[in-house]
């Protein structure tokens, strides 16, 4: 069975860091594509950052560009978001997810996790 877990979130004060970190478990990822997305209130879900299975390739939503950082571990299985600079519009549920293909679209990913909030308070 195919999971993706999201750690790491939580509640931090404007112009702090937080780092989220996303496991994956049940086949082998360092062949895929991770994305995180993230979906704040009343809002639909949006691209925030990906990465491709070599860890070199990364794209990024203009608006955390600059202040997020997303990145690979050694093992492939793992992928980070760095969030710098944060401000209270970032919060949000963060999600993670794995395709095969690499992509900045929703549809371009097959695998999801469950999602980790964010609050960033002013």
């Known amino acids: 069975q195919v999971q993706l877990g999201e750690s790491g979130g939580g509640l931090v004060q404007a112009g702090g860091s937080l780092r989220v970190s996303c496991a994956a478990s049940?086949?082998?990822?360092?062949?895929?594509?991770m994305g995180w997305f993230r979906q704040a209130p009343g809002k639909e879900r949006e691209f925030v950052a990906a990465?491709?299975?070599?860890?070199?390739?990364?794209d990024y939503a203009d608006f955390v560009k600059g202040r997020f950082t997303i990145a690979r571990g050694n093992a492939k299985n793992t992928v980070y978001l760095q969030m710098n600079s944060l401000k209270p519009e970032d919060t949000a549920v963060y999600y993670c997810?794995?395709?095969?293909?690499?992509?900045?679209?929703?549809?371009?990913?097959?695998?999801w996790g469950q999602g980790t909030q964010v609050t960033v308070s002013s």
């Open positions: 049940g086949r082998t990822f360092s062949r895929y594509a």
């Open positions: 997810a794995a395709s095969p293909r690499y992509g900045t679209k929703e549809s371009d990913y097959d695998y």
């Open positions: 990465v491709d299975w070599s860890g070199y390739a990364t």
